[in-house]
């Protein structure tokens, strides 16, 4: 952030941006062990100038362009600021219990998340921009200890940015380039709540059911306790299509579906209220295939659907406008969609299965091949893809289900073999693969829906059970999991 006047300045600091209702609890209790903004891996540079303020933060990154960047959870919290400041631009400010809170500036647009929504550490907050009062794109940050400034610690040590050197005499921070660990708790492929099914954005994959013959939604938690929103009736409709996703940025899965008959889409929140975009006409055509993901980046899920007849991608955004890729011709007929992030770019990427084959093709919404394209990796029959963030690296792996011995395969784009590839578990006929992150670790988990007794069951990479496995929660002839994959697959 640049030099501000002192009256600016006034309107982004702590003092102001949350002076209302929202200071934390005095006396803090322990530092959280925050992590760096930002995802798995990457290296920023973390600086200051005079004037800045002691302890402020800019940070820019040290490869690629630093605008659009995604901007993750330092740490789980409660967002209890996000909006605009004529300083600060659109930002978000994180509670984190006993004190503790984070603050972030100059986000590129409106925040993902909203007040009083519960974040998990490496979700989705934002992406990098220079609104407000900024020169150019970069993110400030912050942490304070019972509302006052401290200096920033990142996986428990300190940033050595203390100082801005004013007044003249006072010393200045150098600069220092850090590394990402924001690792486990971190987004897996493409929109967090698109992939995992996350109905109450609470950062873990919900148990999640939509009942094609009375058009209801069915919403249990892995303690198998209901979640708000369960038994909604919305659609019913033959041929209606589940295509749940974050429609509107709040961080959690909405109640959605494609109607082909019609090529329309439908989008309700768990509060049953309709959102922007709902009873849009996008699509239609016979065998048109709903392929919902972030393509754009902005936090939101937008309306995209897979042409096998012409092997097209077609994407529009919830106000009905073309986003950067549409039309793009990409696959052939066979080919099996398997959107996600392949290259961790925070934006779903066109990628496809081919099942005659056993390989694998992505690009990015650029029409540019993304490392990883062409892999061999899979290809006996009835191997099911089921792409995820195994690994918990930011991006989407290459990954089946091999319903023959109830196997499930993983390998990242470089085509390594991640922890946890080979493990047996399922293989009676007609498991479903639903994967997701069931246990809020920022990894996606061997998870399957058991149609035959409706049951659902749920392994770690390290095939420990996770919480909520074995849970009896549907079993109706057609209940459908309404997991990414299963919605792309079941056409």
Same mark, same amino acid.
């Given at each position: 952030?640049?030099?501000?006047?002192?009256?600016?300045?006034?309107?982004?600091?702590?003092?102001?941006?949350?002076? @209302?209702?929202?200071?934390?609890?005095?006396? #803090?209790?322990?530092?959280?062990?925050?992590?760096?903004?930002?995802?798995?891996?990457?290296?920023?540079?973390?600086?200051?100038?005079?004037?800045?303020?002691?302890?402020?933060?800019?940070?820019?990154?040290?490869?690629?362009?630093?605008?659009? +960047?995604?901007?993750?959870?330092?740490?789980?919290? %409660?967002?209890?600021?996000?909006?605009?400041? /004529?300083?600060?631009?659109?930002?978000?400010?994180?509670?984190?219990?006993?004190?503790?809170?984070?603050?972030?500036?100059?986000?590129?647009?409106?925040?993902?998340? /909203?007040?009083?929504?519960?974040?998990? $550490?490496?979700?989705?907050?934002? +992406?990098?921009? /220079?609104?407000?009062?900024?020169?150019?794109?970069?993110?400030?940050?912050?942490?304070? +200890?019972?509302?006052?400034?401290?200096?920033?610690?990142?996986?428990?040590?300190?940033?050595?940015?203390? %100082?801005?050197?004013?007044? #003249?005499?006072?010393?200045?921070?150098?600069?220092?380039?850090?590394? /990402?660990?924001?690792?486990?708790?971190?987004?897996?492929?493409?929109? $967090?709540?698109?992939?995992?099914?996350?109905?109450? &954005?609470?950062?873990?994959?919900?148990?999640? !059911?939509?009942?094609?013959?009375?058009? @209801?939604?069915?919403?249990?938690?892995?303690?198998?306790?209901?979640?708000?929103?369960?038994?909604?009736?919305?659609?019913?409709?033959?041929?209606?299509?589940? #295509?749940?996703?974050?429609?509107?940025? *709040?961080?959690?899965?909405?109640?959605?579906?494609? $109607?082909?008959?019609?090529?329309?889409?439908?989008?309700?929140?768990?509060?049953?209220?309709?959102?922007?975009?709902?009873?849009?006409?996008?699509?239609?055509?016979?065998? *048109?295939?709903?392929?919902?993901?972030?393509?754009? &980046?902005?936090?939101?899920? *937008?309306?995209? !659907?897979?042409?096998?007849?012409?092997?097209?991608?077609?994407?529009?955004?919830?106000?009905?406008?073309?986003?950067?890729? %549409?039309? @793009?011709?990409?696959?052939?007929?066979?080919?099996?969609?398997?959107?996600?992030?392949?290259?961790?770019?925070?934006?779903?990427?066109? #990628?496809?299965?081919?099942?005659?084959?056993?390989?694998?093709?992505?690009?990015?919404?650029?029409?540019?091949?993304?490392?990883?394209?062409?892999?061999?990796?899979?290809?006996?029959?009835?191997? %099911?893809?089921?792409?995820?963030?195994?690994?918990?690296?930011?991006?989407?792996?290459?990954? !089946?289900?091999?319903?023959?011995?109830?196997?499930?395969?993983?390998?990242?784009?470089?085509?390594?073999?991640?922890?946890?590839?080979? @493990?047996?578990?399922?293989?009676?006929?007609?498991?479903?693969?639903?994967?997701?992150?069931?246990?809020? *670790?920022?990894?996606?988990?061997?998870?399957?829906?058991?149609?035959?007794?409706?049951?659902?069951?749920?392994?770690?990479?390290?095939?420990?059970?996770?919480?909520?496995?074995?849970?009896?929660?549907?079993?109706?002839?057609?209940?459908?999991?309404?997991?990414?994959?299963?919605?792309?697959?079941?056409?």
């Amino acid at each position: 952030m640049r030099r501000l006047a002192a009256a600016a300045l006034s309107t982004l600091t702590a003092a102001t941006i949350c002076a @209302t209702a929202i200071n934390p609890a005095q006396a #803090a209790g322990p530092r959280p062990l925050f992590q760096l903004p930002f995802p798995c891996g990457e290296s920023w540079k973390l600086t200051t100038y005079p004037g800045h303020d002691d302890f402020d933060i800019d940070m820019f990154a040290n490869s690629g362009t630093t605008n659009n +960047r995604p901007i993750l959870a330092s740490y789980g919290g %409660t967002v209890v600021r996000s909006g605009w400041n /004529s300083g600060g631009g659109n930002y978000v400010r994180i509670d984190h219990g006993n004190g503790w809170q984070t603050l972030y500036l100059h986000m590129i647009a409106p925040p993902p998340v /909203s007040v009083g929504q519960v974040v998990t $550490r490496g979700q989705l907050i934002g +992406r990098v921009g /220079s609104t407000g009062d900024s020169s150019g794109p970069h993110l400030h940050y912050e942490q304070l +200890r019972d509302g006052a400034k401290v200096e920033s610690w990142f996986n428990g040590e300190p940033s050595g940015i203390t %100082t801005d050197g004013d007044p #003249a005499g006072e010393p200045q921070s150098p600069p220092r380039n850090v590394t /990402s660990a924001n690792c486990a708790g971190e987004p897996p492929s493409t929109n $967090r709540s698109v992939y995992m099914a996350d109905y109450d &954005g609470d950062g873990k994959s919900d148990l999640a !059911f939509y009942r094609p013959t009375t058009g @209801t939604w069915w919403l249990h938690d892995t303690n198998d306790d209901p979640i708000h929103g369960s038994g909604t009736q919305y659609g019913g409709q033959t041929g209606d299509t589940p #295509a749940p996703g974050d429609y509107d940025g *709040d961080g959690k899965s909405d109640l959605a579906f494609y $109607r082909p008959t019609t090529g329309t889409w439908w989008l309700h929140d768990t509060n049953d209220n309709p959102i922007h975009g709902s009873g849009t006409q996008y699509g239609g055509q016979t065998g *048109d295939i709903p392929v919902p993901g972030d393509y754009d &980046g902005d936090g939101k899920s *937008d309306f995209a !659907f897979f042409r096998p007849t012409t092997g097209t991608w077609w994407i529009h955004d919830t106000n009905d406008d073309p986003v950067q890729g %549409t039309g @793009t011709q990409y696959g052939q007929a066979g080919d099996i969609p398997v959107p996600g992030d392949y290259d961790g770019d925070g934006k779903s990427d066109f #990628a496809l299965y081919r099942p005659s084959t056993g390989t694998w093709w992505i690009h990015d919404t650029n029409d540019n091949p993304v490392h990883g394209t062409g892999t061999q990796y899979g290809g006996q029959t009835g191997d %099911t893809p089921a792409p995820g963030d195994y690994d918990g690296d930011g991006k989407s792996d290459l990954a !089946f289900y091999r319903p023959t011995n109830g196997t499930w395969w993983i390998h990242d784009t470089n085509d390594d073999p991640i922890h946890g590839s080979g @493990t047996q578990y399922g293989g009676q006929t007609g498991d479903t693969p639903a994967p997701g992150d069931y246990d809020g *670790d920022g990894k996606s988990d061997f998870a399957f829906y058991r149609p035959t007794n409706g049951t659902w069951w749920i392994h770690d990479t390290n095939d420990n059970p996770v919480q909520g496995t074995g849970t009896q929660y549907g079993g109706q002839t057609g209940d459908t999991p309404t997991t990414q994959l299963t919605f792309t697959l079941i056409n």
